[in-house]
């Protein structure tokens, strides 16, 4: 009505008149945010996590500089299309794949694998989009937890088994019966402190992870100090170390 103030009603019993007007207000406070950092420190970008990137990128530059100066890089001789070196050996960044190029044909091993394991790596970060990471290996189900992960690694073994005409792919057999190991230590040790409790606390996605990451490694390690000529198995202390 002209002339007269609307009132503001604040008590939500109240009735309203007439003459008052309703507001609506919305608690944008009560909605749960992507990230609770109730009782954390915030640290800003910048300058705090640029800042210690940086730090740590000039960190890594000094090293290699100073790598590059104690020890000289391995040179060999001009290339000579009429002389094949034996073994011929990509950088160490390939040798995992030229590893996998003994056991399989160059499609499952330059193609299909590789193309698994890059696929397998960009889902499972997607198996569980909150921030907290729940623990595989603890709480009620964890015998049958470890059950499904020691059925899951004994398919895998009898695949690495049978599948290479090569013979048994004993790098991922070793693998993966090394992780089905560690993973049961919270069975033996227990779940409430030491190893076993760091073990039981990992989530899922991070064994998986380590079992791409584990393999990739021994393959690369094998195909660097274990392959002489004719890619046959070495010792490096008694054969000597192929380039």
């Known amino acids: ?87 011929a050996k990509a950088p160490w960044y390939f040798l995992g794949l030229q590893e996998l190029l003994h056991y399989y044909p160059p499609i499952i091993s330059g193609i299909v694998l590789p193309g698994l394991a890059v696929l397998a790596l960009m889902v499972v970060p997607y198996f569980d989009i909150n ?26 073994i009898v695949g690495f088994l049978v599948s290479s005409a090569a013979g048994p792919v004993w790098p991922l057999i070793g693998t993966t019966l090394f992780l089905l190991m560690v993973i049961s230590v919270p069975l033996v040790a227990g779940r409430e402190r030491g190893p076993g409790r760091w073990i039981a606390t990992r989530s899922l996605p991070f064994w998986i992870f380590t079992w791409f990451v584990l393999s990739a490694v021994v393959l690369t390690v094998i195909g660097t100090f274990f392959r002489g000529p004719g890619w046959s198995f070495v010792m490096p202390w008694e054969g000597g170390f192929h380039v």
């Not at 990471?133 to 603890?138: H, T």
């Not at 470890?146 to 895998?156: R, S």
């Open 1 to 87: 009505m002209p002339g007269v103030d609307p009132k503001l009603v604040l008590d939500p019993a109240a009735v309203p008149g007439p003459d008052s007007v309703r507001i609506t207000v919305v608690d944008e406070e009560s909605a749960h945010p992507l990230l609770d950092t109730t009782g954390d420190e915030g640290l800003t970008t910048v300058p705090h996590l640029v800042m210690r990137e940086i730090v740590a990128f000039c960190v890594l530059v000094g090293a290699i500089a100073l790598l590059s100066y104690l020890v000289d890089a391995p040179l060999r001789d001009v290339a000579n299309p009429s002389k094949t070196p034996n073994p």
């Open 131 to 156: 921030i907290h990471r729940p623990a595989f290996l603890s709480g009620a189900h964890f015998r049958r937890h470890l059950a499904a992960v020691w059925a899951v690694g004994i398919v895998l």
